[in-house]
Structure formats: structure tokens, C-alpha cells
């Protein structure tokens, strides 16, 4: 996989300073090289070989909070590797290399927010674990899954998350793919802009394996909504 | 003779390397074979051995033969690196403990081997001279 992503500067906590574009090539050349086909039609990714069997990242499931946590960890990143407790039963904790990550099927509520954390940490995983910010682990709760929309970013935490839900954002969600889908969908002369902007969301949503909410937010950070009102 | 490839190989590292020959993924395959991903990846780690009397899943090993489609001698090799591995981690077969248990001619040979020391190349002699007296 010859594909690498490049940091040009780093912020003072030494993260890499990563644009948004430039994530978005990434994926974009990592996507061709998985498959020099993968552009020509609108499909969901298969997300779990991806990352199972291309990217070579060693992936395992495992329940991360006890039941009386209530705020549950739906995945987590080695960015140095060691031991992470685990709560299955009768196994306290695992060992996990550099890079490796762990997701809980469990706590991930519906398949289109596990295959979102998948490619999250996939993004952690690619992006973060040869860096020099002082962090072990990328511990992900439900509040670190945004699907890429904008927000304050302040400590490492919220840095390293963003460029991850880009990533996944990019890998789920294609440019090409929603804009192509947008112009199959969307009917601009729809009288109900509303029921046409829900309508065309459910079908990409479908597409795509995704949740609408993950459509609508790439939708207008691809400024494809600046039409509708 | 046994094989040395397979001492060298564990149920664990079989398990996990024939689904990955077979590019099946953990979820894709957990669902295959009745069974929870995080049990699967129990399983191929090595952190939990194979369930003898699974409530979920008393099928288990013949599902995961037909998931992987594997021939009868990677079946027999799977059936025997699960003994091999319950061996390891102190627990028989119910086969075994149950042949063990009715046949108490067994279980004074295994008492005389074990005073005697009898090594794996001795061992290899008397199978050798079971399979001729079939």
C-alpha cells in the first residue's frame, strides 16, 4: 500500500496539521489504490475488509465499558500500544500493539454508527500513531463520532478526533459519490424542498450504508445545500 | 511420525489464519458461525478456549467447518489442535475422559508412561503400532 499521508507542520502540543482537503486526497488515492474501479459507480464500502484486509490493521471486538458505565467507549486506537481493560467475561484486559484498534459492537447502537467507528479509528489508526502529542490510546465515546461537522477544537483530544471523523467521513462518503448521487436525487424544481431534501438524504443514506444525519453533514460541508433553504 | 507443522501450530493461530486465507472478516464470519465478534476474537486470541457445552452455539465446530469449508483433513487437524489447546490449559475432552474412564487399561498405561518417562518418539512408536493393528 504505497499511499501515505504527509505533515508539513505540527502545533505546539506536536499534532500534525492536517486540512481537511488534504484528508480527503488521501482517502481518495487510498480508495483507487484498494481499487482503480472503486469511483465508477455509487456503492458502500466494505468497510470491515478494508480495514481487515487492506489496510492490514489488526481489528478486534470487545465490550470496553462496564454496565454500569454510562457513557459507553465505542472504539479505541493503540497509538503506543499496552494493555486496555476490557469487560468481557472472566478477561480483564488485552494487548494491544501500536496501531491496533478495538471497537465494541455493542455499544454501537446501529450498524451505520459501528461502521462510522470503524472508519474512525481506521483514521486514528492511519493518521496518528507515529506522531509525537503525548497520548497512548484514542478512547472514542458517542460524543467523538461527529461525521466531520465543524466544532471547537482545543486539546489534542478534539484535534486528533476531527481528522478522524474527516477521514471516515471521506471513506464512507465520497465527494464524488454524493455529489453525483445529490444531482440523481435532488429535483430543484420540487415544490416541498423539505420532503425533496429528506427524500434524497434516505437514498443516499441507503446507498451508502450511512446515517442521514452523516449525509446531511457531509451535504453541507460539501456546500451542496447553499440552494436550499 | 506427527507432523511437526502441526505442534508448531495452535487451534488459535489455525482458526484465525484459515479465515483470513479465506478473506472472511471478523464480524462477517462471527455471524457465519453463530457466535458474538468479541467471542470470535476470544477465540483467535487465545483468551477463552473452545466451548465443549456452548448454550449459544453446541454446534460451534461444525459450523465453523462448513463457514471455512474445510477438507476432512483440515477437519481432523482442527479437532485435534481443540484437544491439544483444552491439553495446554488443563481440560480433557469429554471423549477422551470418557474413553479414559471406561477403558481403566488406558488409564494404566498412561500411569505406567508417565513413571516411565516415555517421550514423544516413544509415543510415536506405539501409535505407529496401532494403526498397523487396525
Known sequence: ??????????????????????????????????????FETPHSLDIDSFIEFYLKINLTYHVLSSNDDKNKILGITAL????????????????????????????????????FTLAHEAGHSMMHVNCSFKLSYANDYSNSINYGEPKKLKTVSDWIDHHANVYAACLLMPEKFIKELFLKFYDPNAKMKKAMLNHT????????????????????????????? | MPNKE???????????????????????????????????????GGLRNFPLNSKK????????????DLDSNEREMMKKLIEESLISNQTITPTLSDYLLKTPSAQQALRRATEANLSNEDWDKIIEAIDKGR
Not at chain 1, 443514506?205 to 456546500?223: H, M
Not at chain 2, 452455539?57 to 471455512?68: G, K, Q, T
Open chain 2, 57 to 68: 452455539n453446541p454446534n460451534l465446530f461444525n459450523d465453523i467447518v462448513v463457514a471455512l
Open chain 1, 80 to 115: 503506543t500500544g499496552g494493555k486496555v481493560p476490557i469487560f468481557d467475561e472472566d478477561i480483564d484486559y488485552i494487548v494491544l500493539n501500536k496501531g491496533d484498534i478495538c471497537v465494541d459492537d455493542r455499544a454501537c447502537k446501529n450498524e451505520h454508527l459501528l461502521r
Open chain 1, 201 to 229: 438524504v434516505s437514498e443516499i443514506s441507503g446507498i451508502l450504508n450511512v446515517s442521514p444525519k452523516a449525509v446531511a453533514i457531509r451535504l453541507n460541508r460539501l456546500k451542496l445545500l447553499n440552494d436550499v433553504s
Open chain 1, 1 to 38: 500500500m504505497p499511499v501515505s499521508i504527509k505533515y508539513s507542520s505540527f502545533s505546539k502540543e506536536k499534532v500534525p496539521i492536517i486540512k481537511d482537503k488534504q484528508i480527503e486526497k488521501f482517502v481518495n488515492d487510498l480508495l483507487l489504490d484498494y481499487d482503480p474501479n472503486y
Open chain 2, 6 to 44: 502441526v505442534i508448531a501450530m495452535d487451534f488459535k493461530t489455525f482458526l484465525k489464519q484459515k479465515r483470513v486465507e479465506r478473506k472472511i472478516p471478523v464480524r462477517k464470519f462471527a455471524k457465519l458461525i453463530n457466535i458474538s465478534p468479541s467471542f470470535l476474537c476470544d477465540l483467535e
